[in-house]
Nanobody
Framework: QVQLAESGGGLVQAGGSLRLSCAASGRTFSRRVMGWFRQAPGKKEREFVAAIMRTGGSTDYADSVKGRFTISRDNAKNTVYLQMNSLKPEDTAVYYC?????????????????WGQGTQVTVSS
């Protein structure tokens, strides 16, 4: 069982930055692929944002955030991060952290087994 808790969301102006954190419980964190997804207002589906391999050696990003967002992890702290720079109003969403038992980086929500409660990110124009 893995429990995930996101933090770091808030209100920021366009062009600004935020750093999201996701703290995980349990001893299996280092064996899990970790991902970030987001759900924009009025959207039913959660959109893939970024994912990172268990050792942090491989990452993947949605085209919409490449070059602006960076995912990283600290296995000693059981924490994964999402550094978000050059934020745009269209980045406004609830951001979710997720954990997968897959052995490769995965980008679809159904491949993730555990989810956090989400943290709101609002970018004003």
């Amino acid at each position: 069982q893995v429990q995930l808790a996101e933090s770091g969301g808030g209100l920021v102006q366009a062009g600004g930055s935020l750093r999201l954190s996701c703290a995980a419980s349990g001893r299996t964190f280092s064996r899990r692929v970790m991902g970030w997804f987001r759900q924009a207002p009025g959207k039913k589906e959660r959109e893939f944002v970024a994912a990172i391999m268990r050792t942090g050696g491989s990452t993947d990003y949605a085209d919409s955030v490449k070059g602006r967002f960076t995912i990283s992890r600290d296995n000693a702290k059981n924490t994964v991060y999402l550094q978000m720079n050059s934020l745009k109003p269209e980045d406004t969403a609830v951001y979710y952290c997720a954990a997968s038992s897959k052995i490769v980086v995965v980008t679809t929500s159904y491949e993730y087994d555990y989810w956090g409660q989400g943290t709101q990110v609002t970018v004003s124009s």
